[in-house]
């Protein structure tokens, strides 16, 4: 009886470090996209010098920026305009979030910087950010990823929405 007792314990105490071990090789995943690879598609390449200006589009939305590039800074400003669906369906943003990726030649996620958040049922309007980022040296392109909730309607908490409509968009473009 003892000896079940004690290889049921070591049993269990190979399972929890096995479990342990897995939830730290996965942590990077589940707290930024650090590593993470991107199609050739969705790479913007990152010059030198400047100002230079572009657009990126989704189905839920453009983002009009421009930025420099010195060294190993970049000065990055820009406007997100929501697609007409969002902007015709529903008047405020519930949460929104929009997130700049350095990547190397390779695509490889380097380094990830918050550009924009909109707050609590905000009204839908055109978002802007200008940020200073410092660069690893290896950056060669950037790329942009978003979530955020858009709503209408008069529910009174995030629990039970009562007669409001909510919808959620993302994107994230990595293989």
């Known amino acids: 009886m003892i000896l079940k007792t004690k290889s049921h314990y070591g049993f269990k105490g190979i399972v929890s470090f096995l479990l342990m071990v897995g939830c730290l090789a996965c942590q990077g995943r589940f707290y930024g996209y650090q590593g993470a690879v991107v199609g050739r ?44 669906y969002l902007q015709k369906s529903f008047s405020q943003i519930e949460n929104f979030f929009l997130t700049l990726h350095f990547l190397d030649s390779a695509g490889t996620v380097l380094k990830s910087s918050v550009l924009l958040t909109a707050g609590y049922r905000q009204e839908i309007e055109k978002l802007s950010f200008n940020r200073l980022i410092e660069v690893v040296p290896e950056t060669a392109a950037i790329v942009f990823s978003y979530k955020g909730r858009v709503r209408e309607g008069s529910g009174t908490d995030s629990l039970r929405d009562g007669d409001a409509i909510t919808w959620d968009f993302w994107k994230a473009p990595f293989d």
């Open 41 to 84: 598609e969705y790479r913007i390449l990152l010059l030198e010098g400047g100002p230079h200006q572009g657009s990126w589009r989704t189905n839920d939305l453009t983002i009009y920026y421009g930025y420099s590039k010195k060294l190993l800074r970049v000065e990055l400003s820009g406007r997100v305009e929501l697609a007409g």
